[in-house]
């Protein structure tokens, strides 16, 4: 892959996402409470909790789609060491990729459009659209990356899930963004597509790009994850390192019920 796809994170750069005491009410409901963290750049980091703790929620409040509540004491939320963003411009900073997401592309597009579409931030290719060469041979370089460029002429509708994925994925890395956010990326995919969904991650993520997973699911973490955040309840129930947050008694108290962990190969696993 071209040197666009090696970013690597900088030791004097600033951080990625800078949050503190962010609270975020709607319809009159905390759904974040007071969230502090940090995350580095070329960190890789999945965020875990149940389903409604919030975590969806944090994601959209990292996009400008929800907004902190103003005047909350010593309140901070920069991105890339900046509080004031144009949404275009971070919407090329964060290549974001989430089941609404492909939802909204079960039409007939041809995967190649689908990619281009990632340069406008738009769910197609319209008249209005001006792509360059330049434009067409990123979306090129990027099926062979992720080692899809037999479908670049199929219709997104006749994909099966895994494969529409991999090819949001395509359109997440168009503007070769400083950080993937995968939100419940493995959400049914059967095990061989999880497989190839995974290892199209690790690549992502061996090439120095942020990979930050928002899952409910513990299969999901892939093993260059090496840093952990629970979220109970809108706030930040545990952070720290992998192998110390991943235990039977952490998980068991996050999801309110008794909980096994398990790891294999690198990988882990949640019975109850
Ligand atoms: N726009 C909104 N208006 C009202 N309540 C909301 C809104 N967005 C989220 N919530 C509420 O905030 C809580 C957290 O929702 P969120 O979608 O962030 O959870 P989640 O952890 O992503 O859940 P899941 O795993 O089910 O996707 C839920 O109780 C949800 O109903």
Known sequence: ???????????????????????????????????SLKIEQGEHVAIIGPNGSGKSSLIKTLTKEYYPLAGAEGLVMKIMGKETWHVFDLRKLLGIVSGDLQQTYCRQIRVFDVILSGFFSSIGIYYNHKVTPEMES????????????HLAERLMCE??????????????????????????????????????????IRKIAGSGKNIILVTHNLQDVIPEISRIILIKEGKVFMDGKKEDILTDKNLSELFSLPVEVIRKNGYYQACS
């Open 1 to 35: 892959m071209d040197e666009k796809l090696k970013n690597t994170g900088i030791g004097n750069s600033p951080s990625l996402l800078e949050m503190k005491n962010v609270t975020v009410v709607r319809s009159g409901k905390k759904i974040l409470d007071s969230v």
């Open 138 to 149: 990123r979306a090129e370089e990027i099926l062979e990356f992720l080692e899809i460029p």
């Open 159 to 200: 994909l099966s899930t895994g494969e529409a994925r991999r090819v949001l994925i395509g359109r997440a890395l168009i503007h070769d963004p400083q950080a993937l956010i995968l939100d419940e990326p493995a959400n049914s995919l059967d095990l061989k597509a999880m497989h190839s969904f995974r290892e199209s």
